[in-house]
């Protein structure tokens, strides 16, 4: 079967799934296979949960309904891209090391006060996640945000070739995913296919002119919007103050925002500067960064009693992690408490990373600080830092920690699940 062949299918149906768990009425169920599962044998069953059709490259499975192809994945992927050629509207592309995830939220935050707009739900960034944001895109949008993640070269050129973004940009160049990449020039290189995929096809970047590195790698391309704290900057907004939201200052007016730190400063400053080019309005631009409210685990500030919790445990990694223990510097209390949580995927500096974070920590906050994993655990520290192999080998020491009036951080990779600290830990 031909992808225009399967693009009358998809137009008949409600929407794309993968998941017969999340099966929709009337949906195009997609067979996808991995190393550990084969959905084709889940084919019957979406059908008879409701599915109007299903995608599948195995035979052995075939029955009414079911549309066979050569290869499911190859076949999501194709279509994604011929639904992505009918777009009248705008795609905005965005990927980084750090806060895309929060980027992308303060965009669609900003853009859907005044315009129909629709973006990457979740974390659905990859090979698979991209496709089944695309397909899920309506025809009569004005905008579609698309976030692409990567862990590995070639990653993002690929994903480009769907999402085939008319505008680009890059959140920041951080120490992620160093054991793909090869290093951090490699997640720099890697990242900066998105740039290399606007040059080619004669897109535009938003470029954080505050940023040395974004701008050696955009180097003299001319369809740059740039933005940042400098008059010359296409839209100027400036860092207000960081206590503990982030204050900025756009056209004379000030936007509080219910993020914290100052590395999320370029997240936001990216989503003004989106909205002023797109000719919306002042208030608007301002309601749209107001109304946004982490969660899932992002930077989320939490109140326990009389205790003030910061909750970075969706990810991390050295770059992020020291933003966040810089950050958590500045706040003005005497009275803090670290729990941090082991980063991964950094494959041979991962000691180093870690004692590096070790060492920050120990030398600015030398009391109350816990290390939960085995990275931290192999690291040299002082006597008054607390280490545990395994979350299970600290949860007596957490138990017997009485908060009152404190200020607590706690962060650390997504597989270490930090927000279960919160089960144990005795606020007052």
Not at 39 to 61: T, W
Not at 335 to 356: C, I, S, T, W
Not at 374 to 391: D, G, I, L, P, R
Not at 397 to 412: M, Y
């Amino acid at each position: 079967m031909t992808t225009d062949e399967l693009y009358q299918y998809f137009k008949e149906c409600s929407g794309v799934c993968t998941d017969t768990r999340k099966i929709k009425e009337g949906c195009l169920f997609f067979a996808l296979k991995g190393p550990n599962f084969n959905a084709n044998q889940f084919a019957q069953k979406a059908i008879e949960l409701g599915a109007k059709y299903a995608v599948i490259d195995d035979a052995n499975y075939s029955s009414d309904g079911t549309i066979l192809v050569d290869d499911v994945l190859e076949c999501l992927q194709d279509l994604a891209r011929l639904h992505r050629s009918q777009f009248t509207f705008p795609i905005i592309g965005l990927t980084g090391s750090n806060g895309k995830t929060t980027t992308k939220e303060l965009i669609y935050s900003v853009l859907a006060i005044s315009k129909k707009v629709s973006c990457t739900q979740g974390n659905l960034n990859n090979h698979i996640g991209v496709p089944l944001s695309i397909l899920s895109f309506d025809l009569d949008l004005d905008f579609g945000i698309v976030e692409m993640g990567a862990n590995h070269q070639k990653e993002i050129e690929f994903l480009c070739t769907i999402s085939q973004p008319d505008f680009g940009l890059i959140t920041n160049f951080g120490k992620a995913h160093l054991e793909g990449f090869g290093g951090e020039e490699g997640v720099i290189k890697g990242k900066s296919e998105l740039y290399d995929y606007l040059k080619l096809n004669g897109k535009y970047a938003f470029i954080n002119n505050d940023d040395e590195k974004q701008l050696k790698q955009i180097g003299d391309y001319a369809n740059v919007i740039g933005f940042g704290s400098a008059i010359a900057n296409n839209f100027r907004i400036q860092l207000e103050s960081v206590d503990p939201y982030v204050t900025i200052s756009y056209n004379e007016t000030i936007i509080n925002s219910r993020l914290i730190g100052d590395y999320n400063f370029g997240n936001i400053a990216v989503a003004v500067a989106i909205g002023g080019y797109f000719k919306l309005s002042l208030e608007s631009i301002k309601s749209g960064i107001e109304a946004y409210v982490p969660d899932n685990n992002r930077s989320e500030i939490i109140s326990r009693g009389s205790n003030q919790i910061i909750m970075d445990a969706y990810n991390a990694n050295p770059t992020s992690m020291i933003a966040a223990l810089v950050n958590f510097n500045k706040l003005n209390s005497n009275n803090k408490f670290l729990f941090l949580g082991d980063m991964f995927e950094l494959g041979e500096d991962a000691q180093k990373e870690h004692q590096e974070i070790v060492d920050y920590a120990e030398k600015h906050f030398n009391t109350n600080v816990y290390l939960l994993g085995n990275h931290f655990y192999s690291t040299v520290t002082e006597s008054a830092t607390q280490k545990f192999e395994s979350f299970s080998t600290a949860i007596d020491t957490l138990k017997s920690i009485k908060l009152k009036n404190a200020q607590v951080l706690i962060k650390g990779s997504r597989g270490m699940a930090l927000e279960r600290i919160l089960d144990y830990l005795d606020f007052e």
